[in-house]
């Protein structure tokens, strides 16, 4: 199971937003290297809200590097992620909606996330182990 707080194609939606058509062309040259590299998720999870709140939450947080952030470039944004999540049907993807979180709700939300993938991923790997053991015990005929 592969599980990541970091999705590769984040780095395309980006792009497609920043660059010039020029750049965006080289760009993608390279990101298809790097993304035949990376095996793809078996579940992706999205946190969404919709533009307005994440302009709030932008400003609230005050990141230096969000300064210049405005509410067009996220719906732009928005509209990007909604394109590719239509076209890219590889993984699951889970979506939850959290515009009406606060940050309380937010982290319970996560932390009920991040633990509902443990136990999947503690469950597959026992059922990978249980497999391996099987396999072990039916290929090895001398074994005690």
Known sequence: MVVSDYYVDQNLIYAQ???????????????NKVKALCQIPDVKIMLQCNPHTAFKRIQKRKHAGDTDMDLNYLHGLNALWVQHNKLNTNALLLSFDTTALNKLQMALLAKTILKTIHKTFDYASWRVASKNKTAMRTATPFST
């Not at 660059?19 to 990101?31: A, M, T, V």
Request: proline share 0%.
């Open 17 to 31: 937003r920043n660059l010039n058509k020029l750049q965006l062309k080289r760009f993608k040259i390279e990101f």
